[in-house]
């Protein structure tokens, strides 16, 4: 959990610098570089020199061979991640705890290495955009674990408050330790020059000339262009300008706030709130986590208080709270108190069991039963420990394929939650490696199974009933026009106001999320992932 918040850093990024480069890594505290913004004053020593600059960057007269060969514990955390992603395909924000374990770093290590391995990862384009201009060969011919090397030398020299002489050293001494002595000369070579400029003459020497914006936005925020042309497609199909890229991509490099949910009728967030954490500002039962191990508040490990971002939790709750009337079975008593008593909800894509807890905790404060579909049984068990703290009687887990729900359950839910498989495109924020793994044959690989699950949900609605299809990316393709191809071909749904939803659970009561019926929730704006979210109901 320590590590999914992680530091943002990197190109274009907004925050990242705060944690890191003090004395244990980077010799003297204090002596780096600013915010990255234009050419700050505590960049400039008292001569009015750029630190890190030329003669004053004191860089060591030893020859690379004559140097350390000590990995310094949390850049070579770093550098394990970096590898893990490239060779293993993993995850960094499943890595990265593990690594920090295993190497036993503290606190402050922790957050070096958190932050120089998510602003490599994110700022991974923009930075090979510049190696390229100090190596003398394509960087594809480049050992990739030199180039990981040069990829962490060049984060902490251009966008972390580590002295130039202290990256270097340390990143040859890394190098000589984890790849072996051939390469140092190299990368110590290498460094050098990525030293000579600071990131924002970098930046302005690469898109000297450039006419295009997508290429210039793509650089300056270390963004893949076509993710950039993907985020500005959205912003306007989600009725918002297409000047708001740029907040937009920012808003990605940033480092993600921690959000909380204490779980309705069953967690307390008093104690969060104890150890620094503030409430929530957009829905009730949230707080922003001040950071620091989670683990050990009680009510984290009892499971009543959870991770969750805000924009999960909206959509959870606007599900939940929107407007069914009595189903067909049930009427007097219970229909009369409407509040959702024997109601039954089906969460269809649950793991690993976000939502699930959430509308789980609710649908037991009303008398309602959950049942959570996951396919994948090692996420449908995350799914079952992240229920564990509502009580048994409420909840079921079915481990299976969502798109056999409909037909084996038909019209049997109340109230179905459909957060398919996506990109992720509105969570780059979170997984500082999946905008440059990611391509645009994923959007078209991932439709057809999203538009089955959502006809799955459908099914499984009873008349009155409520499908929420929800995704974790703005993209159209994944989004409204899924939602525009089912509600095409049938007559017996309407879109019910999902804007309006979202704000009837909001803590604001105007999120401005809704357009067109449908809702989405932004980085920039909202400060949430982007979610989107369609309230789609089964006319009676
Ligand atoms: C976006 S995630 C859901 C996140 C979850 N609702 C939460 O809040 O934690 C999508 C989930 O759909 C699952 N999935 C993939 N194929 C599926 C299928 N055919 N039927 C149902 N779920 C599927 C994935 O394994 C993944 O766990």
């Not at 705060?18 to 003297?28: C, D, I, R, T």
């Not at 400039?44 to 514990?73: C, V, Y």
């Not at 979202?502 to 400060?527: F, K, M």
Request: aromatic share 2%; with cysteine; net charge neutral.
């Amino acid at each position: 959990m320590s590590g999914s918040g992680g530091n943002a850093g990197g190109p274009g990024s907004a925050g990242g610098r705060g944690s890191a480069g003090k004395s244990g890594h980077g010799g003297q505290a204090g002596g780096g570089r600013g915010n990255g913004g234009p050419r700050d004053a505590s960049r400039r020593n008292a001569k009015g020199r750029e630190r890190n600059r030329g003669p004053q960057q004191n860089f060591t007269e030893l020859a690379p061979s004559q140097r350390t060969r000590r990995a310094d514990p949390a850049r070579l955390v770093a550098f394990e991640v970096l590898r893990a992603v490239a060779e293993e395909d993993a995850y960094a924000n499943l890595v990265l705890p593990a690594r920090i374990r295993h190497h036993r770093l503290d606190k402050r290590d922790a957050g070096f290495a958190t932050e120089l391995s998510y602003g490599a990862l994110r700022g991974q384009g923009t930075y090979d955009a510049i190696l390229a201009r100090c190596v003398d060969r394509p960087l594809a011919q480049l050992d990739p674990a030199v180039l990981d090397a040069l990829r962490i030398g060049a984060h902490q020299l251009l966008a972390m408050r580590v002295p130039a002489h202290a990256a270097l050293d340390q990143t040859v001494g890394l190098a000589r330790a984890v790849i072996g002595a051939g390469p140092s000369a190299l990368i110590n070579a290498v460094l050098r020059k990525v030293a000579a400029r600071t990131l924002e003459e970098w930046l302005d020497l690469l898109v000297e000339g450039e006419t295009d914006a997508t290429k210039v936005a793509s650089l300056r925020y270390a963004h893949p262009e076509w993710i950039v042309r993907a985020m500005r497609q959205s912003l306007v199909a989600h009725g918002r300008p297409a000047a708001e890229i740029d907040s937009l991509l920012e808003a990605d490099n940033a480092a993600p706030v921690v959000n909380l949910v204490a779980l309705p009728g069953l967690g307390s967030l008093a104690e969060a709130l104890d150890n620094g954490a503030t409430p929530g500002e957009l829905v009730e039962g949230s707080a922003l986590s001040s950071g620091g191990d989670l683990g050990r508040l009680a009510s984290v490990r009892a499971g009543t208080t959870r991770v969750q971002d805000v924009g999960s939790q909206l959509v959870a709750r606007a599900l939940a709270a929107v407007d069914v009337g009595p189903g067909p079975e049930r009427t007097g008593a219970d229909a009369e108190a409407s509040s959702g008593a024997g109601e039954a909800w089906l969460d269809l894509c649950a793991g690993p069991g976000g939502k699930a807890a959430l509308l789980g905790a609710l649908a037991h404060q009303r008398g309602a039963t959950l049942l959570a579909n996951e396919p994948a049984p090692h996420r449908a068990k995350l799914v079952s420990q992240a229920l564990s703290a509502v009580p048994g009687a409420s909840w079921q887990v079915r481990t299976g394929d969502g798109r056999d729900v409909g037909a084996e359950q038909p019209e049997r839910f109340d109230r179905v939650l459909a957060d398919v498989p996506c990109t992720g495109l509105g969570a780059l924020r979170r997984r500082p490696e999946s905008r440059w793994r990611r391509s645009p044959k994923d959007i078209a690989d991932l439709g057809p199974l999203q538009r089955e699950l959502l006809g799955s949900a459908l099914a499984a609605v009873r008349p009155g009933g409520v499908v929420a299809y929800v995704t974790c990316s703005p993209h159209p393709a994944e989004t409204t026009a899924v939602v525009a191809d089912v509600l095409r071909k049938r007559d017996d749904l309407e879109l019910i106001d999902a804007g309006a939803a979202l704000d009837a659970v909001s803590l604001t009561g105007s999120l401005g999320a809704g357009h067109e019926s449908t809702a989405q929730l932004w980085p920039h704006i909202h400060h949430t992932d982007a979610m989107f979210l369609a309230l789609i109901k089964k006319k009676s």
